[in-house]
């Protein structure tokens, strides 16, 4: 078994490296499914908005199912409607669905608790345990594939993209962080972001050292291109400053400085959240730039993390930057919005309300949840931005990570928000 194993894996990253980037899903999934004797298989992208899964691949094995594409490409958009697919997708986990002549699979494409998409087979017949753990472990490298293959190619972001993009849409896009979630061994964490029809400037961003964790939550002055050109220099100085290994007190000083100098309308500023976690202890230090107060979620109940004032960055030349701290306790939940969230009509959320309905929900299903009641109380359309980015803290750095296929089972969410 275990020989076959490595057979059938070798196969598949065989395929996948000789095939050409925009192939190589299709290449992996046909030697999956050629080895398990899948009547048809398909890798379901996750849609950009959250909602959704697009179809990007089909490949029939043995004459029956949907034809694939010859020269045009093809995405079909599938909306979440609680589902199979959705709760495969969100629990991730393994569904299994009888149907009248056949299995269907779904297998969620997870890395570190990203959820990329679903693995979708058509089975002859009904798979065996086994036969569901090859499925699950294929799903995960090909969660790997995804991610090595989209480097080169427009052609999966192309398909996640239910909406065109506007310019300043697109400057925003790559602000962002390639992956909105990561499980580490003593944290969970996820980011989000529900554009307003004209971009408001939000990013959120975070990147792991050996022992700490930084993150940023920013919300640039404005609206448009100019707002989103506020944005893109505010963030590029506090990446730069950050991998140059200053603490928060520079790396402020250092982007108000760049934002004084540079920014291309005079007068531009962004407020800013700045955080460092040191993985060992729990201890959080946190920079608050003129922006909404993180949140602390502690025994079912959240309240304002009070910090020291400082102006937003590139706001005043001279300004001093003074940061604080809170120590984490194991089960503690940091939230950071910006302000789109509590705007207008947005402001008649309750989020305290709303943020105890939502602490069993893993990181990446409690942005969404909170994504959608915002949009429910505003509308469709958004005045500004509405970021949201969620921390959660477990404890037990350096032990060993707990999970299976690319996601830690015993934090996934067990059931759809309400």
């Not at 194993?5 to 070798?10: H, K, Q, T």
């Not at 009248?100 to 998409?117: F, M, N, Q």
């Not at 706001?315 to 503690?332: I, N, Q, S």
Request: contains cysteine; glycine residues 8%; hydrophobic residues 45%.
């Amino acid at each position: 078994m275990e020989s076959d194993r490595g057979w059938i894996m070798a196969k598949m990253l065989e395929a996948a490296e000789n095939a050409a980037p925009v192939e190589a899903v299709e290449a992996v999934t046909r030697e999956l499914g050629a080895a398990l004797g899948a009547r048809s298989i398909a890798f379901l992208i996750a849609d950009l908005s959250g909602r959704a899964l697009v179809r990007m691949a089909h490949v029939p094995l043995d004459g029956t199912g949907e034809g694939r594409r010859d020269g045009d490409e093809a995405a079909l958009v599938l909306p979440f409607d609680g589902g199979h697919a959705e709760q495969a997708l969100r629990t991730q986990r393994v569904q299994v669905i009888a149907n009248a002549d056949s299995w269907t699979v779904l297998a969620p494409v997870t890395d570190r608790g990203e959820a990329i998409g679903l693995l979708e087979m058509i089975l002859p017949a009904e798979p065996t345990p086994p036969t569901l753990e090859e499925i699950a472990r294929t799903a995960h490298v090909l969660a790997y594939v995804v991610i090595a293959n989209r480097r080169y190619t427009d052609l999966f972001e192309w398909g996640q993209r239910t909406t065109p993009f506007t310019l300043s849409g697109e400057i925003q896009r790559r602000l962002l962080p390639s992956s909105f979630t990561c499980e580490g061994s003593s944290f969970t964490l996820s980011g989000w972001l529900e554009p307003a029809a004209s971009i408001g400037g939000d990013t959120f961003d975070y990147s792991i050292a050996r022992d700490e964790l930084h993150f940023s939550v920013t919300d640039a002055m404005g609206h448009g291109v100019a707002s989103a050109l506020t944005a893109t220099l505010g963030v590029g100085s506090l990446r730069n400053s950050r991998r140059r290994g200053v603490d928060l007190v520079e790396q402020a000083d250092a982007s108000n400085a760049d934002l004084a100098a540079h920014s291309a309308v005079p007068g531009s500023y962004l407020t800013a959240i700045l955080g460092r976690l040191d993985l060992r202890t729990g201890v959080c230090a946190l920079l608050n730039a003129g922006h909404v107060p993180p949140l602390l979620v502690r025994d079912g109940e959240s309240r304002a993390l009070t910090l020291p004032a400082n102006f937003p960055l590139g706001m005043f030349t001279e300004a001093d930057f003074h940061a604080g701290e809170v120590a984490l306790r194991p089960g503690d939940r940091l939230v950071v919005v910006t302000d789109g969230v509590g705007e207008r009509h947005a402001a008649s959320l309750d989020l305290p309300a709303m943020l105890r309905s939502i602490a069993d929900l893993h990181p990446r299903e409690a942005v969404r949840a909170l994504a959608d009641a915002v949009l429910d109380v505003s509308g469709p359309k958004l005045a500004d931005d509405a970021t949201l980015f969620i921390l959660d803290w477990h404890n037990g750095h350096g032990e060993q990570r707990h999970s299976s296929a690319g996601a830690d089972r015993a934090r996934a969410s067990t059931a759809l928000p309400a």
